[in-house]
């Protein structure tokens, strides 16, 4: 059947979107084929229109629920037959969904991923060849995705029963690792690939490094606009989407959803978005999927995503009919100690594993009676067995029970897998944490992550157009800032490229690292600097990353006399509000001496001085200077090498408790609170207990 008389007549399509034709062809023509395309650019037609044309029925493997619930009604809409199979519906429905296959009066049949391991399923479906397989969210069939599913894992053992029919894989988040791993899992037969479209030039990205407590005001504030709504925002759990939602419903209509929320309120929150009752859903990861809402306007991050796989999964809910929306990502450094903090709650010791691994049999046994054995957690315990069944070493039945494959629990293979995987996970935060903090495009930086053609800069991110941005201003440099730019330029130009660590050293600019990034990333989004990322081994053997400046041409034909097109962000200690004129320190004999060698451009506005403590901190910060001093000695560097005097009496003004208060004190930098957090933390900690 003609293609394109099939779209208009049964969709309703005048034609095909742009890299549509080509996959339904390959498909409608019998071929394999793995289709990564972003949210919203019309994969599912990629799989509908073939099926149709081929004279079905269609196999769809779907993750979740609403998802099929949602594509399954949608087909229904345009008078197609369908029907799925899921845990949310009675067995008397999933045994008619069956029959309904096997006579042939279903178009498509939606069937969750667990569903093959039943055992007879795969050859029940066997019984009638389908038109085709299509697998949605391929991605989470390969261990180096974003959101893995050992269900998927099976895929590839169940579905040679169903050939000849072509498969196709769907996906919108996949690098080429995934991309291959796909491939290989699900035995494609030279499959035709078709990566498109993940740059969306509708979209505004912006990156803001904020502190967690102002975050909440801050996107209230910004979805008051009536323009910025509808929206979505992300949330890092549900007790914070839960408290999100509630402060946001006081100002317009807001809801939370999650999945610790009964099915049936999820669904009135899902229906009530769709109609536009809700302006604004506060979720965390499991909104969206198969959400088709076009004029979504912002998708907001309330914290930093775990990788940029879902990162770009989510923000492509926004803007789908085209207009101009707006993605916002609120970050800082704390947000990257929580990820690590799950990363162990979910990647526990190997040594964990093995315990784990010893017990099972190649029986079935109920997960209560191994945990008591082993004197184990639930929780613990199915982090355990989960990574030791996606590393082929252990296995679940229908009713959750688990098994041993004793060969490879035995034989110990799983343990380099499973190293890898961790060091996978590992990597995917830091690409993360990088994107965040990159100094270049940021589209064009998420469509390379891709293995995508990036193009030119998008011209309307935070980097290529500061001065349309509205989470954060950006203002002009003060004279004192720009005395330092201009020094910057100059030690380049003189010494050439350099770490960045060594270049604030060697230009003179003492105080707040941060302040020091802050004047690069002006310089790199004026064009004049450029800023790499590399990597060295210590005499450890330790892998060491640092970042590396170097000019551009620009740079280096820049003089003295020329303009300096640089907007810096404004302060960092409330980047939602203008920043403040700076007030001009007291004269003293030491700031005269610090002003004449260049020195006193960081130094606090009013330092705290000895009489201005309480009893309680100069006690604490007696402490913290003796133990600056053997930390110091350790390392054979100076005191400040360490901390700063300034930095020293803050905290022993606020007496912090937690990372993340510590990184709000001036002078301590993402670097100095990686690297002696815990070390103050804990001598703060013991003053107050």
Not at 367 to 389: G, H, I, R, T, Y
Not at 610 to 616: H, N, R, V
Request: hydrophobic share 40%.
């Amino acid at each position: 059947m003609d293609l394109v008389s099939l779209l208009k007549t049964t969709f309703g399509f005048p034609g095909f979107r742009e890299n549509q034709e080509a996959v339904c062809r390959a498909v409608a023509a019998g071929r394999d084929a793995l289709l990564v395309m972003p949210t919203g650019a019309g994969k599912s037609i990629c799989y509908q229109l073939p099926a149709l044309a081929r004279g079905g029925p269609a196999l769809v493997v779907s993750p979740l629920i609403a998802l099929m619930d949602d594509q399954s009604a949608r087909l229904a809409s345009h008078g197609l037959r369908t029907a799925r199979i899921h845990s949310g519906l009675s067995r008397d429905e999933a045994r008619q969904a069956c029959r309904d296959y096997l006579d042939g009066s279903l178009q498509f049949l939606f069937i969750a991923p667990e569903r093959l391991r039943v055992p007879g399923f795969p050859q029940m479906l066997a019984r009638r060849t389908p038109s085709l397989i299509a697998v949605d969210e391929a991605h989470c069939i390969s261990g180096w995705g974003h959101d893995f599913r050992p269900d998927y894992r099976t895929l590839g053992e169940s579905l040679p029963l169903l050939r000849p029919a072509p498969i196709i894989a769907l996906t919108a988040t996949a690098t080429p690792r995934v991309q291959q791993d796909i491939v290989t899992q699900l035995r494609l037969d030279n499959p035709a690939l078709f990566v498109h479209g993940f740059r969306r030039d509708n979209l505004a990205l912006e990156v803001v490094e904020m502190p967690k407590p102002r975050r909440n005001a801050f996107i209230a504030e910004y979805l008051q606009s009536p323009e910025a709504r509808p929206a979505i925002v992300y949330a890092p759990s549900r007790k914070a989407a839960d408290l999100l939602a509630l402060e946001l419903n006081a100002h317009f209509p807001a809801a939370a959803y999650h999945a610790g929320m009964e099915p049936s309120v999820r669904e009135r929150v899902q229906t009530a978005f769709l109609s536009g009752e809700l302006h604004v859903v506060v979720a965390t990861i499991a909104f969206g999927m198969g959400i088709d809402k076009a004029d979504i306007r912002t998708v907001m991050h309330a914290a930093l995503p775990g990788s940029v796989e879902a990162y770009y999964q989510e923000i492509g809910r926004a803007g789908r009919d085209g207009r101009r929306s707006r993605a916002i990502l609120l970050h800082s450094y704390a947000d990257r100690k929580l990820h690590e903090t799950f990363f162990e709650r979910d990647y526990p010791p190997a040594e964990d594993l093995a315990r784990v691994a010893r017990l099972l049999t190649e029986d079935y046994q109920l997960p209560e009676d191994l945990c008591a054995k082993l004197k184990m957690d639930q929780e613990s315990f199915q982090s355990a067995v989960s990574k030791l069944a996606a590393q082929g070493a252990a296995a679940f039945d229908m009713q959750g029970q688990v098994c041993g494959l004793l060969e490879t629990a035995e034989a110990g293979r799983w343990r380099s897998g499973y190293q890898a995987q961790r060091d996978h996970r590992r990597a995917q935060l830091d690409d993360m944490v990088a994107f965040a903090e990159t100094a270049q495009c940021r589209m064009s930086a998420l469509v390379r992550h891709f293995g995508d053609n990036p193009g030119a800069p998008c011209g309307h991110c935070d980097f290529c157009s500061p001065e349309s941005t509205v989470a954060v201003p950006f203002t002009d440099p003060s004279p004192q800032e720009t005395r330092h730019l201009h020094r910057i330029l100059r030690e380049l130009q003189q010494g050439g490229p350099r770490s960045v660590g060594r270049l604030q050293t060697e230009s003179g600019i003492d105080g707040d690292r941060r302040a020091f990034d802050a004047l690069l990333d002006g310089l790199t989004r004026a064009g004049l600097v450029t800023l790499t990322t590399e990597t060295f081994t210590n005499p450890e053997g330790r892998e060491i990353t640092f970042r590396k400046a170097a000019l551009t041409h620009e740079g280096r034909t820049w003089t003295d006399a020329d303009p300096l097109p640089v907007l810096l962000r404004a302060e960092a200690d409330d980047p939602s509000r203008p920043p403040t004129p700076r007030k001009k320190k007291k004269s003293s004999n030491t700031t005269t001496s610090q002003t004449k060698s260049g020195h006193a451009d960081n130094q606090p506005a009013t330092p705290l001085t000895p009489a201005q403590l309480t009893p309680a901190q100069t006690d604490l910060e007696n402490r913290l200077r003796a133990w600056r001093k053997s930390e110091a000695a350790a390392a054979g560097k100076p005191a400040f090498f360490v901390l700063t005097d300034a930095a020293l009496k803050a905290i022993a003004v606020h007496c912090p408790q937690t990372l993340d208060e510590l990184i709000q004190i001036h002078g301590i930098g993402p670097i100095k609170a990686e690297r002696y957090g815990p070390a103050i933390i804990a001598i703060c900690c013991q003053l107050t207990t």
